[in-house]
């Protein structure tokens, strides 16, 4: 567990509802506040309030993060559909923002996944061949025009809301670390 003075930057995706500037949790009900700081507190206590103060050793609490970009593709292969909505059959609320955050307070720092205390949104990004075709029922060719242009919207209108710039994907990294300390992506970004 550290307790930096310099924040660490994360990469992480969020779930949007098309016509609505917010940034929703994958997991959790939460959603990020505009333009102020997330602080965590533990959503999976049995205790109200929880006993501890989130994130913790032994509990899943905490905002959750990638240490690099490439890691939210690894867990949402089918981004920018959203697997588990897709499968309840409400395909207009199955899209996902992509972005970077800044963390600080209380990190647990994985290869993989960092858990913070406190975060904020730095930017959004796009990856490129957003909409290519992918073999599997979130095929994100299949995404209606309509959507496509209603999540752009959406993602202008949370971009203006949250005071946050869209980067492109190649230099989402670059971006982030103007701003605190990458972990894994560092040496990625220094080749
Ligand atoms: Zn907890």
Redesign the pocket.
């Known amino acids: 567990m550290d307790e930096r003075p310099t924040p660490i930057v994360g990469f992480r995706c969020w779930v949007l509802e098309l016509g609505k500037p917010v940034l929703k949790s994958m997991a959790m009900r939460f959603e990020w506040p505009a333009g102020e700081i997330a602080e965590a507190t533990?959503m999976?206590?049995p205790h109200d309030p929880?006993r501890?103060q989130?994130p913790?050793e032994g509990?899943r609490?905490g905002l959750h993060a990638r240490t690099t970009p490439q890691g939210c593709g690894e867990e949402y292969p089918y981004y920018p559909v959203h697997g588990y909505w897709a499968y309840r059959s409400a395909p207009t609320s199955g899209l996902m923002a992509m972005g970077a955050v800044l963390m600080w307070g209380v990190t647990l720092r994985g290869r993989r996944v960092i858990r913070a205390q406190y975060a904020r949104v730095l930017c959004l990004t796009e990856k490129p061949d957003l909409w290519a075709p992918r073999s599997g029922s979130n095929d994100p060719s299949r995404v209606s025009a309509e959507n496509v242009a209603r999540r752009q919207q959406t993602l202008d209108e949370i971009c203006a809301l949250y005071a946050v710039p869209m980067i492109p994907f190649a230099s989402v990294a670059r971006y982030a670390s103007e701003f605190g300390d990458l972990t894994e992506g560092g040496s990625e970004l220094a080749a």
């Open positions: 533990c999976y206590s929880p501890h989130a913790d509990c609490c």
